[in-house]
């Protein structure tokens, strides 16, 4: 009995110890630490840097087609027409023959200011002379006759002396006719820009330069306004969109920086691309906070089409 007590205090003991030993090993084990990479790896989208839906301003049935999509074209250049009324370039015809004789009184003030400003000078020299006769005449015979006269001469002067001082302070120009001609000038110019704001309108022009895209129009087709008719893409230029950067790596990343860019479909390629926009909202995707990042690519290849994807490479800065 005594030698089954002693076994079992003497097992008991080995099992302490073990225990003890197994404890100090797992207590003095230290927790191993990850070393944060000094790059950031991430998905991008290419796409051009600039384009823009095209569409009229009202609506109507498509008359013709200038240009065909996948051709360039310059900003302001007309894309397509539509059929406008006869009334409509009427408007403009009209319009356009009021300006020209508006422009044609104005120009008649200013050619004949000269020989304006000398027959008022005449004629208020020989309403002078005609005052100091019948002023005379008045003095040595007093008639009512003559007393007529006299105010009639005075009042002659007066109107002659008036034109005179209006005619000079405008170089020869009647001042109020001068502010007819031209308030009649701005009316017709006025009109004319809305009659041709208004036959403009049927014609749909190019908002940048670029390639058309997108067109899905025909001639004989009615379109509403504000329909999208075409779109006009700038391929100058590539930039790559990353939209999948959290908030602990988007910290790390500066603008003006450069990137290594490699497209999925051209693996052999290496391509780099400068920074130039850091979103400041935030997206929430599958539970992390997210921001965009965008590049703009250094350099071109034929092969680039928009919507590739591409894996980027960002350096953290410290």
Request: glycine share 4%; net charge negative.
């Amino acid at each position: 009995m005594k030698k089954h007590s002693v076994l079992f205090i003497l097992f008991l003991a080995g099992v302490l110890i073990l225990s003890a030993c197994s404890t100090q090993t797992q207590e003095s084990t230290p927790t191993p630490v990850v070393a944060q990479s000094n790059t950031i790896l991430t998905e991008g989208r290419l796409k051009p840097v600039n384009s823009m839906t095209q569409s009229f301003n009202i609506s109507g049935k498509i008359a013709e087609i200038l240009i065909q999509e996948g051709e360039s074209v310059q900003k302001d250049e007309v894309i397509a027409k539509l059929e406008n009324s006869t009334e409509t370039a009427l408007a403009v015809a009209r319009a356009e023959q009021e300006v020209q004789a508006a422009k044609q009184a104005l120009d008649v003030l200013d050619r004949t200011a000269d020989t304006n400003l000398s027959q008022a000078k005449m004629d208020f020299y020989l309403a002078e002379e005609q005052l100091d006769e019948s002023k005379e005449q008045f003095d040595n015979d007093e008639t009512e006759q003559n007393e007529i006269a006299y105010e009639m001469a005075s009042a002659a002067y007066q109107l002659t002396k008036e034109n005179l001082n209006r005619l000079q302070d405008g170089d020869g120009i009647d001042p109020d006719l001068l502010n007819a001609a031209e308030t009649r000038l701005r009316v017709a110019q006025l009109a004319l820009e809305n009659a041709q704001a208004l036959l403009d309108a049927y014609q749909l022009k190019a908002t940048m330069d670029g390639v058309i895209l997108n067109q899905n129009i025909q001639v004989g087709q009615l379109v509403s306004v504000g329909t999208p008719v075409a779109e006009i893409v700038d391929f100058s230029t590539w930039v790559i969109e990353t939209d999948n950067l959290t908030e602990l790596e988007v910290v790390d990343i500066k603008i003006g920086q450069d990137a290594q860019i490699i497209f999925d479909a051209m693996p052999e390629m290496n391509f780099t691309g400068k920074v130039v926009e850091i979103a400041q909202q935030f997206e929430e995707k599958r539970g992390d906070i997210t921001y965009t990042v965008t590049l703009v690519l250094n350099e071109t290849n034929q092969n680039l089409r928009w919507g590739m994807t591409a894996s980027v490479t960002f350096d953290r800065n410290d």
